[in-house]
């Protein structure tokens, strides 16, 4: 499915860090992006038992309510040591408030005395036509998990992750840094390959 540089592309998320993040990425392709809060379209329930199928439910949603080629991303942090816990459950873990900071100190609660603290990023970026043509695209970040929180960037669990090769935590590091590794950034770049190739 290729997009026109100049096109309009829904990202079919309600959280705004998700949609910047998204919209950073796609800043050099010229394309015009939307958030889901910003038409009013209700967020569907992730019934999908894997990320792949979160992300193609909420992007087919999205593109059928709007009638715009929908973008949506089904991410989260797996933890070797709780058997890829949190998982499809991430933002869950934070409540219906979004709080990450109850979800680290749950995952921190939750690995006692683990000494394995070896986890992924693991995010499917899923592409949906109104026409109900869609695709999905998957990346990984490998690292490991420190505790206490560090760093104020990004969102989510990126204070207490710290990808392999590096000592500071995506919470620490500049966002262009991040961008450049992260699991969502993997996945873009399948999805941009896909998606704007000639």
């Given at each position: 499915?290729?997009?026109?540089?100049?096109?309009?592309?829904?990202?079919?998320?309600h959280?705004?860090?998700?949609?910047?993040?998204?919209?950073?990425?796609?800043?050099?392709?010229?394309?015009?992006?939307?958030?889901?809060?910003?038409?009013?379209?209700?967020?569907?329930?992730?019934?999908?038992?894997?990320?792949?199928?979160?992300?193609?439910?909420?992007?087919?949603?999205?593109?059928?309510?709007?009638?715009?080629?929908?973008?949506?991303?089904?991410?989260?942090?797996?933890v070797?040591?709780?058997?890829?816990?949190?998982?499809?459950h991430?933002?869950?873990?934070?409540?219906?408030?979004?709080?990450?900071?109850?979800?680290?100190?749950?995952?921190?609660c939750?690995?006692?005395?683990a000494?394995?603290?070896?986890?992924?990023?693991?995010?499917?970026?899923?592409?949906?036509?109104?026409?109900?043509?869609?695709?999905?695209?998957?990346?990984?970040?490998?690292?490991?998990?420190?505790?206490?929180?560090?760093?104020?960037?990004?969102?989510?669990?990126?204070?207490?992750?710290?990808?392999?090769?590096?000592?500071?935590?995506?919470?620490?590091?500049a966002?262009a840094?991040k961008?450049?590794?992260?699991?969502?950034?993997?996945?873009?770049?399948?999805?941009?390959r896909?998606?704007?190739?000639p």
């Amino acid at each position: 499915m290729k997009l026109a540089r100049g096109s309009t592309l829904l990202v079919a998320s309600h959280n705004q860090g998700k949609v910047r993040e998204i919209a950073d990425l796609l800043s050099p392709f010229r394309i015009l992006v939307r958030g889901a809060a910003e038409l009013g379209l209700a967020e569907p329930e992730e019934t999908g038992q894997t990320f792949a199928e979160n992300a193609l439910l909420k992007a087919r949603a999205a593109a059928e309510a709007s009638g715009l080629v929908a973008l949506a991303d089904d991410s989260g942090l797996c933890v070797t040591a709780l058997s890829g816990a949190p998982g499809i459950h991430s933002a869950r873990w934070a409540g219906p408030q979004r709080d990450f900071a109850l979800a680290m100190a749950r995952v921190e609660c939750e690995l006692g005395t683990a000494r394995d603290t070896s986890a992924k990023f693991v995010c499917v970026l899923a592409l949906a036509a109104p026409t109900g043509e869609s695709e999905t695209f998957e990346g990984e970040a490998h690292g490991r998990l420190v505790f206490p929180p560090r760093g104020k960037n990004g969102f989510g669990y990126d204070p207490i992750f710290v990808a392999d090769g590096m000592s500071q935590t995506f919470g620490e590091i500049a966002p262009a840094q991040k961008h450049s590794i992260s699991h969502r950034a993997r996945a873009f770049e399948k999805f941009a390959r896909a998606a704007f190739a000639p």
